[in-house]
């Protein structure tokens, strides 16, 4: 990744991932690191581009 961001969610649906593994995720939560400190942000959904995306089932997110 271009940032220290971790994101975690819920995958939408069985068809929400392409042959390029773009996926969409809902109930998302981004950790991200910043000069400033620690960052948590709240999204409805959003869709991650396959060339980036590491997915690991079964995890709650970094420690806060």
Known sequence: MKSDK???GTLLGCCCVDDFVNMVLENVTEFEITPEGKRITKLDQIFLNGTITML???RE???V
């Open 61 to 63: 997110g970094p420690e």
């Open 56 to 58: 690991v089932p079964g």
């Open 6 to 8: 971790e994101i975690v």
